[in-house]
């Protein structure tokens, strides 16, 4: 089939390259020229494993096409997804969809033929019918389109792989014709046993919200279990695989950590309560997980004063990672982002390594340095900081690391066991253990 995405932003990327690795011809479009450019000779501007080899694979063979000619892109397309940002809007929590518009404004003016436009960005209940709205307001275009969602649940990190193993394909549309079409395109994944489900339009926008809220709950809830069992000296990882062994629980996503953070949960769980306030309908639920989620780097740097007595002053801190997860270079609403400028005004001294080489994230911040690698970064640390879990801070020697010398850990990410690290004689701190 000839697709088109438009935005070649983290999903439309991903999903792109994919859909031409499964023998689509694909193009591409972004109007940021300098991209289009890059992605032409095959750099990638987002840090993705495995990305780079597809996207030159495809590009070779030439099923993977870029260019910046939306109107053209459009008319030589059957299938014109729609995966540009869906940002909070300044000021507010609701989702920013003048980007999706503006783009179905374009397409509007470029239907020469019979086009299923699908949204995969993440876009409120309803915006489907906008922009149907926005297709009608050209009389031509009349049966000459159908609107579909098809949400994408793509994790940073693991996003071909999620691609390719989908748990579920969600398809949202109001005709059959479209179902049939789009059933089609995703075959391949579906004879490997991908699961394929079609339901109303309004419904599959409805599924996409309601997941990654359910999946920020899950986080935000064993984040809070953690908090009680570190008062009652219980380690939270009992509580996971407990909880996590019943079928109706899942024991996935019961990972206690430093809060939720990246482009998706923070961005989704405002949308999701704010669409629902314009139906007068309170989600009080993820609105506490909003609020709990949102003061989870005060209650663990109130964790870091009281394990430095509360002398931040002059003290050597060392982050070990920066972003949100494994991975990924994405710094998005990372506590990071929180907790290094509130320690650095506290007069700390910090050091941070990140295996993708984040050297400006806080240029700006005072008294925090990059360094390129752990054992320099924690070379004259007082504590040390593991922020993110990287596999490359899996399996660190501590007692070889700085002869000599005992640090304070603490493991934001439970990687380490209590029990060997202490007997190392290093004084070491964990998430609800
Ligand atoms: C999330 C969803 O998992 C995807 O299904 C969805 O497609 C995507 O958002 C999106 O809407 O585009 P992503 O943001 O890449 O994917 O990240 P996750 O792997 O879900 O992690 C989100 C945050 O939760 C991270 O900060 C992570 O460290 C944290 N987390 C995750 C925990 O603290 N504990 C866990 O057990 C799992």
Redesign the pocket.
Known sequence: MKLCMIGTGY?GLVSGVCFADLGNNVICVDKDLKKIDLLSKGRIPIYEPGLTELVKKNYKNKRLKFSSDLKKSIKNSDIIFICVGTPTKKGGSSADLSQVYNVAKEISLSINKFKIIVTKS?VPVTTGDEIEKILLKKKNNKNKFSVVSNP??????EAIRDFIFPDRIVVGSNDKKSNRLMNNLYAPLISKGAQYIHTSRRAAELI?YS??AF?ATK?TF?NEIANLCEKTGINVEDISIGMGLDKRIGS??????P???????PK?TKAITSTADKFKINLSVIKSVIKSNESRSNFLLNKVYKILNNKVKNKRITFLGVT??AN?DDMRDSSSLKMIPALSKKGAKINYFDPTGLKKEFSKVKNVSYIDNIRESVKGSDLVIIHTEWNDFKSINFKNLVKGKKFIIYDMRNIYSPIKIKKQGFKYYSIGR
């Open positions: 999903v993440t994408e649940f793509l994790r940073e990190g996409k997941s990654n999946l986080i064993i996935r996503f019961l990972r206690a950590g809060g939720y953070g990246g482009s998706c949960f989704d949100f997860k990924t």
